[in-house]
């Protein structure tokens, strides 16, 4: 059996508010197969954004224990926490977050180029996932040139362009009408899938959620299957 590309424990976070201790996160266990894409599933204000900032290693402040291919990660220093950022994980958020004076074939490039990939493979590598996105004649175009549907699929091409192991994305088709969000949100799955990537997406909508291999739902703060 492969071993989980995702494997949290425990995790759990709380903070002080008018005197009262809330609790985001309340011992969420969640296990992701590689490949797997997995639905995070609950309204606003439910801490789906608060578990991938855990995951992601963009925030501190958690108690238990949180593994990404293997490697125990909870504890590194911020040095590791780049490392594993680079070199296994993507992200996507609701907005693109696409650098505005750059085209979409160099935002995807820069997001390579930080990593050290030289400017020609990068390119490339930029012009496949573009295409792949259905993007191929948009490549010279600035943000500002572009959909907002068209934006996304720029910033989903960047997640993907360092070839992570997990893809995390919060509420990446939330700011998008309803059937945009559909058009993205299946050019996203198609291209994490063809990736071999896995992906824990979080969203408040239950009929995109089920286009994915399974989902969890927060209750209480904790994680709970429902399909």
């Known amino acids: 059996m492969n071993e989980p590309v995702l ?34 599933l609950g309204p606003s204000g439910s801490g789906k954004s608060t578990l991938l900032q855990a995951v992601g290693l963009l925030e501190g402040g958690f108690s238990g224990r949180i593994r990404i291919c293997g490697e125990e990660v909870g ?3 911020d040095l590791g926490r780049t490392r594993v950022r ?7 958020y609701q907005f693109h977050h696409l650098l505005p004076d750059f085209t979409a074939r160099e935002n995807v490039m820069l997001a390579q180029m930080v990593a050290g990939v030289p400017d020609a493979s990068a390119s490339t590598r930029a012009d496949e996932l573009l ?30 362009a360092n070839h992570p192991a997990l893809v995390l994305a919060d509420e990446p088709t939330g700011n998008l009408d309803e059937a945009t969000a559909g058009l993205v949100l299946a050019a996203f799955l198609d291209l994490v899938r063809s990736t071999g990537a896995a992906a824990l997406v979080a ?3 239950v009929a995109l959620a089920r286009k994915m291999d399974r989902v969890v739902t ?9 399909e």
């Open 7 to 40: 494997q949290v424990t425990g995790l759990a976070r709380s903070f002080e508010q008018g005197g009262d201790r809330i609790e985001v996160l309340a011992g969420v266990d969640l296990a992701i197969a590689p490949g797997e894409i997995v639905a995070l």
């Open 75 to 77: 504890n590194l220093d």
């Open 86 to 92: 680079r070199q296994r994980l993507g992200f996507v």
């Open 131 to 160: 295409t792949a996105l259905g993007l191929g004649a948009r490549l010279t175009h600035k943000p500002a040139q572009l959909s907002g549907g068209e934006q996304q699929r720029v910033a989903v091409a960047r997640a993907l």
């Open 203 to 205: 969203t408040h909508n």
């Open 218 to 226: 927060l209750q209480h703060g904790r994680l709970v299957a429902i």
